[in-house]
């Protein structure tokens, strides 16, 4: 894992790129390029203004005692937000788990994938019969209900089997929607893998919290 001033360096670097073009007290952020030139699929676009403002992505005043980097996980509110020096940081919407599957804890970013394989586990086939189909896994690509990128949440060195990743469903953004993994839109989700180092220190509250 990346000491605090690796980390720090990091992401106070990407920050200022980030937020160059920013001019004093304009809280919110240009939109980003929808994905890397190289990119082996293409992702439809959306226009993230059919989403309500506030899970629309921004950089927004967030005082806050963890390190530039971290990813703060609000389930109640279901907002993500990425820590910026200078009391801020940049907010994404999210989709957390429905009733009876969210997830909290701490944990860290242990792998990285673009357009990742999905495998759905046992239970999920049990409720879903349907996803049997996928039981060896589906591989990545625009269908499939990662997204473009993923992001997997480690804990003492062990997969919690949840992931931060992208959707194929950018209406569900801002809603009880999963099971149990975070959603982001994915042109977020690309930002946000582009940010975050393995290493990088993922905080997801509980809702209530």
Not at 103 to 121: E, F, N, S, Y
Not at 137 to 149: C, E, F, S, T, V
Request: a positive charge; aromatic letters at 8%; charged letters at 20%.
């Amino acid at each position: 894992m990346p000491g605090p001033n690796l980390t720090r360096r990091y992401f106070v670097t990407g920050a200022l790129a980030s937020c160059a073009s920013l001019a004093p007290g304009l809280m919110t952020m240009p939109a980003l390029a929808d994905q890397d030139p190289d990119d082996p699929f293409q992702i439809p676009h959306f226009d993230e203004k059919k989403l309500p403002k506030e899970f629309r992505r921004a950089v927004v005043h967030y005082p806050s005692r963890h390190w530039p980097g971290t990813i703060i996980v609000n389930t109640g509110s279901r907002q993500l937000f990425v820590i910026l020096e200078g009391q801020q940081a940049l907010r994404f919407g999210c989709a957390v788990g429905r009733d009876g599957f969210r997830w909290a804890g701490l944990a860290d970013v242990g792998r990285k994938v673009m357009w990742p394989r999905w495998t759905p586990p046992k239970d999920m086939i049990d409720r879903s019969p349907e996803k049997a189909k996928w039981k060896n896994g589906m591989p990545g690509g625009p269908d499939n209900p990662l997204g473009a990128r993923a992001l997997y949440l480690f804990q003492n060195g062990g997969d919690t089997l949840y992931r931060i990743h992208g959707t194929t469903e950018p209406m569900s953004i801002g809603k009880n929607a999963s099971s149990g993994c975070i959603r982001m839109l994915n042109q977020d989700v690309i930002e946000l893998y582009r940010r975050a180092p393995v290493g990088t220190r993922v905080i997801v509250m509980a809702e209530g919290l």
